[in-house]
């Protein structure tokens, strides 16, 4: 019966840590997909930046070419034109650049906030497991001391078998 109980025992945390074994794999791939989606949704800002900043130089160059003299405005009427549909053009393209900033921004606040929450249940996971592990051990101490005491029972029936004997030897006698 207690040998039932031990290997019962022994099966339930067996389960115990292939759970915590299974929690923290997937924990830990949950953790690098969302830190590639970062990386990735981070890139994409980036060049979105750089895209923003090139057309912001090309918009402030057409700009300081608008400014020039009077005299010049005529023979530039028609490259004034082209240029002023340009400026809405990017001024369109701005506002959805900044839109999708805006959007990759909320996009990766919310990443960074499952960041976080993927870490802290990775350490309450963590904290879960050593707290398994110090139990694992200290129900096996317990169970090698059970052993002991059961190999210390033995000898002792086996004492008390030999003296049975001995005074049934000597009572038939």
Known sequence: MKRDVS???LGLIMLLCLGIAAASVYYQYTYTDLQSKY???NDTLQKTMVDYQMKE???DAALQNLSLSEER???LGGKYQKVETEKVGLQTDLATA???IK???RQKEALERDVETLDKKYKEAEIGRLSLVKEVDGYKGKINNLKDDIDDLKKE???LKAQIAASDGTSSE
């Open 157 to 159: 029936i086996a004492e």
């Open 103 to 105: 959007d990759l921004n």
């Open 39 to 41: 990386e990735v949704s």
């Open 98 to 100: 900044n839109e999708a």
């Open 73 to 75: 405005e005529e023979a």
């Open 57 to 59: 130089k090309f918009l």
């Open 7 to 9: 290997f019962s025992l």
